[in-house]
């Protein structure tokens, strides 16, 4: 599964709305849409402000994860920098001659 199928399902397993994230992480409502759409991915950073507040609110609805189900989601929505971004970005548009 994709970011966007996990995030669209931990979303509607513990019935949290859209709106709620957004508030939550910071992130902005479009942005969010088009993550959960995958039109888009997100970055390492805003996916974990998207993790961070969708176990916040799994925690205020009262919720009572096992460890086990709380890995299971950290693991499906932590995104790792690609490597290629990372290290080769740069030196990608140096040789492209993009300013």
Same mark, same amino acid.
């Given at each position: 599964? /994709?970011?966007?199928?996990?995030? !669209?399902? @931990? ?11 957004? /508030? $939550? =992480?910071?992130?902005?409502?479009? +942005?969010? =849409? *088009?993550? *959960?759409?995958? /039109? ?5 950073? +805003?996916? #974990?402000? &998207?993790? =961070?507040? @969708?176990?916040?609110? &799994? ?5 009572? $994860?096992?460890?086990?189900? #709380?890995?299971?989601?950290? !693991?499906?929505?932590?995104?790792? /920098?690609? @490597?290629?971004?990372? #290290? ?7 040789? $492209? !001659?993009?300013?």
């Amino acid at each position: 599964m /994709e970011f966007h199928e996990h995030l !669209n399902a @931990v979303m509607k397993k513990y019935h949290i709305s859209a709106k709620e994230v957004s /508030e $939550l =992480s910071g992130i902005s409502t479009s +942005a969010l =849409s *088009r993550y *959960r759409k995958g /039109e888009r991915t997100p970055d390492s950073t +805003a996916s #974990q402000h &998207i993790l =961070s507040a @969708v176990l916040r609110l &799994i925690a205020q609805k009262g919720e009572k $994860l096992s460890e086990e189900e #709380q890995l299971s989601i950290r !693991n499906a929505l932590t995104l790792k /920098e690609s @490597v290629f971004h990372t #290290q080769h970005f740069d030196l990608l548009i140096s040789k $492209l !001659n993009i300013s």
